[in-house]
């Protein structure tokens, strides 16, 4: 995976169908171990559950390459911020992007709070006046859409995950 010379999607979705992520992320599902290791830049979003709290550990974070990044935006505690902090510590990773963290606020005297590789933004991050009408217009279009044709522009999980 070059990000410099394309944007390459590979993901790791153990539950989502195969045929419901066409044209999404090519191929699917990569083995974690072998995103790690090979991506550039990984990016966390699912949910926080008994299968993903602490899923990404020392273990995991010791395979990313020197220089790459990693940006949680899912839920604080799919991270371990221990493991995040030595591995930010040793000098492994290019930069970290926050907008979660298992534990908030975070102390004071946090050493990832001092590191100028580590970029924290509120998880509103994507609040502006903007993005608020496009909301409403998306959501309002949806429903229209929806009325009118039986189904709606912006589907979420139609036919994306296994029985």
Same mark, same amino acid.
């Given at each position: 995976?070059?990000?410099?010379?394309?944007?390459?999607?590979?993901?790791?979705?153990?539950?989502?169908?195969?045929?419901?992520?066409?044209?999404?992320?090519?191929?699917?599902?990569?083995?974690?171990?072998?995103?790690?290791?090979?991506?550039?830049?990984?990016?966390?979003?699912?949910?926080?559950?008994?299968?993903?709290?602490?899923? &990404?550990? /020392?273990?995991?974070?010791? *395979?990313?390459? !020197?220089?790459?990044?990693?940006?949680?935006? $899912?839920?604080?505690?799919? #991270?371990?911020?221990?493991?995040?902090?030595?591995?930010?510590?040793?000098?492994?990773?290019?930069?970290?992007?926050?907008?979660?963290?298992?534990?908030?606020? &975070?102390? /004071?005297?946090?050493?990832? *709070?001092?590191? !100028?590789?580590?970029?924290?933004?509120?998880? $509103?991050?994507?609040?502006? #006046?903007?993005?608020?009408?496009?909301?409403?217009?998306?959501?309002?279009?949806?429903?229209?859409?929806?009325?009118?044709?039986?189904?709606?522009?912006?589907? &979420?999980?139609?036919?994306?995950?296994?029985?």
């Amino acid at each position: 995976m070059c990000i410099r010379d394309r944007v390459a999607a590979d993901a790791h979705a153990p539950h989502l169908a195969a045929d419901g992520a066409a044209g999404f992320f090519l191929p699917l599902p990569h083995a974690l171990d072998e995103l790690f290791a090979q991506a550039d830049a990984i990016s966390i979003h699912c949910l926080l559950n008994d299968e993903t709290r602490g899923l &990404v550990g /020392g273990r995991l974070l010791r *395979l990313m390459k !020197p220089g790459s990044y990693l940006v949680n935006t $899912a839920r604080g505690a799919i #991270v371990d911020i221990g493991d995040l902090t030595e591995v930010v510590q040793e000098g492994r990773l290019a930069g970290v992007g926050l907008d979660v963290l298992p534990t908030e606020p &975070v102390p /004071g005297d946090h050493p990832l *709070l001092a590191d !100028p590789r580590v970029v924290f933004s509120p998880h $509103a991050a994507f609040y502006s #006046v903007e993005s608020e009408r496009e909301l409403r217009r998306k959501a309002a279009q949806n429903l229209v859409t929806w009325l009118s044709t039986g189904r709606p522009d912006y589907v &979420v999980t139609a036919g994306m995950r296994k029985p």
